[in-house]
């Protein structure tokens, strides 16, 4: 980090210009943190199963969600934060009513992930 303040605009990390989606990664800060904003106002809808290679910090910003952290599941709702280990595959999904928002940290200084095939899909079969 060269220890000046770093000032991003909405512009240089949104992809929706009301929801809070998007994704900035460690190059844009010069931390080793990257953080991904997610929201959905569907109900049934998040992230599918996959892992990273590093630890995850889940912030509930708004509504209510089911993770799926290995074989635990865990309903989260707004002000509650959770942790997604290294190598350990997980999801979440949007509880309902109304929207979801989550800011989900990445202790990586990049955006690394492994999409997976869902056991609770291949299993429903």
Known sequence: ?????????RSEWASDDRLWKGVLEDKAMGTDVTILFYSTEEVGVGPKWHVHP?????????????????ETKIEAKAGEILLGPADIPHKYSNLGPGLLETTDLHVSDRWIQTDLEDPELESSR
């Open 1 to 9: 980090m060269s220890g000046e303040p770093v000032h991003l605009k």
């Open 54 to 70: 590093y630890d995850e910090i889940f912030i509930v910003r708004a509504g209510r969600a089911l993770f799926t952290i290995g």
